[in-house]
């Protein structure tokens, strides 16, 4: 596992962000909703189009987790 510290700065930044600016139950939809988007647009076009399906696989799962870690939705209580 890869770990990389933010600069202060950034910290604040986001912390400022989401608790200030955007509610991160909407944030977390929102991704959700534009990672299947492009999901589904990719596969669409895939059958004519060469694509890097490595990249595309990191982005869509990096993009969910993202989504998990502001609102955890596929938590089980």
């Known amino acids: 596992m890869i ?5 202060k700065e ?9 608790n200030n600016k955007i509610d991160p139950k909407l944030m977390a939809k929102a991704i ?3 990672n299947y988007l492009l999901a589904l647009s990719i596969m669409r076009e895939s059958e ?3 694509i890097d399906k490595t990249s595309l696989e990191n982005g869509f799962y ?3 987790e993202l989504a998990e ?9």
């Open 62 to 64: 990096w993009l969910n």
């Open 48 to 50: 004519t189009l060469e």
């Open 32 to 34: 959700r909703k534009v």
């Open 10 to 18: 950034t910290e604040l930044k986001l912390a400022d962000f989401f």
């Open 69 to 77: 870690i502001l609102n955890p939705y596929l938590d089980v209580e």
């Open 3 to 7: 770990t990389n510290t933010l600069s």
